[in-house]
């Protein structure tokens, strides 16, 4: 899309374009006035990336509300906010069934029932998937609904340089192939995803680098619990930056888990085995590499044979044979890095974060579902019950009547010329925090690499850089590990 094409105004805009978002939009009435903005192409994010499934409870003869509620809170060591599990819980069922509405086709077996899954932290199988695509399959089918919205306007390849409070709501710039526009909004839902590119592995694509978080720090948004970051314990161990994860559904239905001598070793660290929740699975990989002084871990499901592994998670399978890895036949390589956060912008019950018509839902919100450890499967769910209960509340405020955003008549031309991003910023940020917080943090290394991105953030804030892609995003990795040490700097 041009951005000529974009008008100077709407109702509400959304930051981000994954299923907290997406879900978000169809929850508005169709006469409010919606721009949805996708950093990258519209697909591209978190959620589509997402392998496992969806939590939630269907079936209450064999599973209940207070065990997935329990669960939950086990996953979270007890830090998550009871009133927000129980919502996550209790209402997310009903927005999974609307969700197969929108026409989102989760496994069936030959009866044509739902096929639910177990994964780590779970004490029933209650996680429905599309083999191991979900994520995909979710966010293309709700676009296909979205798109035919008329109301709502998408703009792919269009990120969000900066943010700022006015009368009565936000006034937004926003670029595009190197040009620029400004748009203003009566209300805001930042959706814009996660941090993973803050480490140097992570599961996550080049767009989560913290973006949202960033804009709403700098309005003055609290931001909660940044430093819980949960590292997935068997991402593929290849050389990419982006790793290739192979899902907790793998574990569910049987893998086992091996060090570099090809054995079996989780009953060293957890009675739950390989189905602990990820935090404890990853620190013990950690351990157990430290006990043996190898890095080399690995997944074995050869056993369930080829027939069963092609049809049950054909994307890892295909994934795992382009780097020549047969998991019919042979080992999976595997090692903990970054794949999710549990902290982020405040919100309440209804996605209203500490600033008035400022919403935040999905990844880059802290709802306190999470607590320390997010339990498998329950983000998407987090994305659907939050990306709702915000469009809900803005379609209160607006009903309830409102004073629009003050548009001005004449703008003075901004300047976003300047001097080059110098070179290496980005991954300097990533490797300080690869080291000094990663699943054990090195807590002698926390004060001087917290000082070292102090400087690097001061640099960027202060320096006259132009406004491009790469610097928008070096800003947003500064602040979101300085966020990040500044917590655990003690």
């Known amino acids: 899309m041009n951005l000529s094409e974009i008008k100077k105004k709407y109702t509400v805009v959304i930051v981000g374009s994954g299923i907290a978002g997406l879900y978000a939009a169809l929850n508005f009435p169709e006469s409010t006035d919606i721009l949805m903005l996708s950093k990258k192409e519209r697909h591209q994010s978190n959620s589509s990336l997402a392998q496992g499934g969806i939590a939630c409870v269907l079936d209450t003869v064999n599973d209940s509300y207070e065990l997935h509620i329990e669960d939950t809170l086990v996953a979270g060591k007890r830090e998550n906010d009871l009133d927000a599990v129980t919502e996550l819980c209790t209402q997310g069922p009903a927005d999974v069934l609307k969700t197969i509405e929108y026409g989102v086709d989760y496994d069936r077996d030959e009866q044509g029932e739902l096929i639910k899954t177990l994964e780590g932290g779970h004490c029933r199988r209650r996680i429905l998937h599309h083999k191991d695509t979900s994520g995909k399959e979710m966010v293309d089918k709700l676009m296909l609904q979205v798109e035919a919205l008329p109301n709502v306007t998408i703009a792919d390849e269009t990120m969000v340089t900066s943010m700022d409070r006015i009368k009565n709501g936000f006034k937004l710039v926003i670029m595009s192939n190197g040009e620029f526009r400004t748009v203003y909004a009566d209300f805001c839902l930042l959706a814009s995803g996660g941090i993973g590119r803050v480490y140097k592995y992570t599961t996550n694509p080049s767009v989560a680098t913290g973006d949202g978080i960033r804009l709403a720090y700098e309005m003055g948004a609290?931001?909660?619990?940044?430093?819980?970051?949960?590292?997935?314990?068997?991402?593929?161990?290849?050389?990419?930056?982006?790793?290739?994860?192979?899902?907790?559904?793998?574990?569910?239905?049987?893998?086992?888990?091996?060090?570099?001598?090809?054995?079996?070793?989780?009953?060293?660290?957890?009675?739950?085995?390989?189905?602990?929740?990820?935090?404890?699975?990853?620190?013990?990989?950690?351990?157990?590499?430290?006990?043996?002084?190898?890095?080399?871990?690995?997944?074995?499901?050869?056993?369930?044979?080829?027939?069963?592994?092609?049809?049950?998670?054909?994307?890892?399978?295909?994934?795992?044979?382009?780097?020549?890895?047969?998991?019919?036949?042979?080992?999976?390589?595997?090692?903990?890095?970054?794949?999710?956060?549990?902290?982020?912008?405040?919100?309440?019950?209804?996605?209203?974060?500490?600033?008035?018509?400022?919403?935040?839902?999905?990844?880059?919100?802290?709802?306190?579902?999470?607590?320390?450890?997010?339990?498998?499967?329950?983000?998407?769910?987090?994305?659907?019950?939050?990306?709702?209960?915000?469009?809900?509340?803005?379609?209160?405020?607006?009903?309830?009547?409102?004073?629009?955003?003050?548009?001005?008549?004449?703008?003075?031309?901004?300047?976003?010329?300047?001097?080059?991003?110098?070179?290496?910023?980005?991954?300097?940020?990533?490797?300080?925090l690869q080291r000094a917080y990663f699943v054990i943090p090195d807590e002698g290394a926390i004060h001087s690499a917290k000082q070292r991105i102090e400087s690097i953030l001061n640099r960027l804030k202060n320096g006259k850089f132009a406004v491009t892609a790469d610097y928008c995003e070096a800003l947003s990795l500064a602040t979101v590990a300085y966020i990040i040490l500044k917590e655990v700097d003690r």
């Open 222 to 432: 609290a931001i909660k619990n940044l430093s819980y970051v949960q590292f997935h314990p068997t991402a593929f161990n290849g050389a990419n930056r982006e790793q290739f994860l192979i899902s907790e559904a793998v574990r569910g239905e049987g893998a086992y888990l091996l060090n570099c001598n090809k054995e079996r070793f989780m009953d060293r660290y957890d009675e739950r085995l390989e189905l602990a929740p990820r935090d404890v699975v990853s620190r013990s990989i950690i351990m157990e590499s430290r006990r043996l002084g190898s890095n080399k871990f690995y997944l074995d499901i050869r056993y369930k044979g080829e027939e069963y592994l092609k049809k049950r998670f054909p994307g890892i399978y295909a994934g795992c044979l382009k780097q020549g890895v047969d998991i019919s036949k042979d080992l999976i390589p595997v090692f903990p890095c970054q794949h999710y956060l549990m902290g982020g912008i405040e919100v309440d019950l209804n996605a209203r974060t500490t600033l008035p018509r400022l919403y935040a839902a999905g990844e880059c919100s802290c709802t306190g579902v999470h607590g320390k450890n997010r339990l498998a499967s329950n983000s998407l769910l987090e994305a659907l019950v939050f990306g709702r209960k915000a469009a809900e509340d803005i379609t209160r405020c607006i009903n309830a009547g409102f004073y629009s955003v003050n548009v001005p008549q004449n703008e003075p031309p901004e300047d976003f010329e300047g001097a080059p991003l110098p070179k290496g910023t980005r991954t300097e940020i990533r490797e300080i």
